[in-house]
């Protein structure tokens, strides 16, 4: 199946999709500055996107530009471009990220950060395979890291030990950082964790030190929307314990059930039989977390997952769109300019769908000029 990607849309389509002070934004963040040609931040766009969704390298983008009279430039200065618009397609993610509404619980002022990694692989039969791994902070959506690893071999696997981590940090991330020495690298700084429980990929002690009943004690939730926590330690190896708390809610009667017949789904795409304790597990939401329960209560804590599940819907369509194209290795701003590039291209598409099957029969409103000529 095709992945759905804005820019195969008309280019006027896909404008009136742009956060309304786009333009105004390129002067802001200074994407122009120092152009003495091809000024125009249509164009300027327009040829970035070639590159960034369209998955062409920077040097078919630069032929494809000259060739379509948008820009007259080489690869060199099509990367020196991309690098200058960092910041202005930053701009562009926030404005389309401020008007799904997307807003996290109050964090006190302290710094939240969104940490992710995703596997890309570049075009052609010879592509290489980088493993990005990122961190966002939360509500300026800056990138404060970025690192490419191979994607075989040691150290280049998805554990919080990629990630430099401060004191006072507030970290969330998905099920996949659910790992001893991760949560332990963060507590040896000082901050805290909220990771979605991967119940078959960490070991729980009681507070006297005993194995973790999970399975037991969550059996006793029985009704919708009720709320359970349960303080646990997180042993490693011969290091003091971390103190932490499970925070669980039971889900929907519709939820439980879109979630079990996706485990069956894929039990049978890959021929294996469920275990009883899946199926059990799949009623309910379980959270593993360092933040302090004095400032952050279990229900808090069950709504700081809502918000990272929402960003999570974010970071799979960039996934789908990051495998299109050449991640620029160069240096720290061209691959920071590129995520961004990236993020902007999986938020036009996420509202391209919401409105193709929300806002009209045909997908978009008529005030939107529709010519028929795409990005490329």
């Known amino acids: 199946m095709t992945t759905p990607n804005a820019v195969d849309e008309d280019w006027d389509l896909l404008i009136s999709l742009f956060p309304p002070d786009w333009k105004a934004s390129a002067g802001r963040t200074g994407a122009l500055k120092g152009l003495r040609q091809d000024k125009s931040e249509e164009n300027y766009l327009r040829v970035l996107l070639m590159h960034l969704g369209g998955g062409f390298s920077l040097r078919e983008t630069a032929v ?4 379509a ?7 060199v200065a099509l990367l020196k471009r991309l690098r200058k618009g960092k910041d202005w397609l930053c701009e562009l993610c926030r404005g389309l990220l401020a008007e799904r ?12 950060r969104l940490m992710d990694a995703t596997v890309v692989k570049e075009p052609g039969p010879t592509g290489s395979q980088w493993r990005i791994h990122y961190s966002l902070q939360w509500p300026t959506l800056r990138c404060d890291y970025f690192k490419l690893t191979a994607t075989e071999g040691k150290g280049t696997g998805e554990t919080l030990r990629q990630y430099p981590v401060s004191p006072g940090d507030l970290i969330l991330v998905d099920r996949g950082y659910c790992q001893a020495g991760g949560i332990h690298h963060v507590a040896a ?4 964790v909220t990771v979605r429980l991967n119940p078959y990929g960490i070991i729980l002690h009681t507070q006297q030190g005993d194995p973790f009943a999970l399975l037991e004690k969550i059996k006793t939730i029985q009704r ?7 303080k646990v330690r997180v042993p490693f190896e011969n290091h003091t314990p971390v103190e932490a708390r499970i925070c669980v809610v039971r889900k929907s009667n519709a939820a439980i059930a879109q979630a079990i017949k996706k485990l069956q ?17 799949a009623e309910y939401i379980m959270v593993l977390t360092t933040f302090p329960e004095d400032q952050y209560p279990s229900v808090m804590i069950l709504e700081w997952y809502r918000f990272r599940w929402q960003i999570e819907l974010l970071f799979k369509r960039f996934k789908q769109i990051a495998q299109l194209g050449h991640l620029p290795k160069h240096d720290d701003q061209s691959a920071q300019a590129w995520l961004y590039g990236k ?3 999986a938020l036009l598409t996420e509202k391209l769908i919401e409105h193709a099957s929300a806002l009209s029969p045909w997908g978009y409103r008529l005030e939107a000029r529709t010519l028929t000529e795409s990005v490329a």
């Open 224 to 230: 919708t929307g009720q709320v359970a926590t349960w």
């Open 189 to 192: 700084r000082q901050a805290r």
């Open 69 to 75: 009279a948008l820009a007259d430039l080489s690869d």
């Open 64 to 67: 494809r530009a000259r060739q």
């Open 101 to 112: 509404g997307l807003k996290g619980p109050d964090h006190h002022g302290v710094g939240l």
């Open 265 to 281: 789904r894929e039990a049978s795409k890959h021929g294996s039989q469920l275990q009883p304790d899946t199926l059990v597990y």
């Open 343 to 345: 993020l902007f291209v």
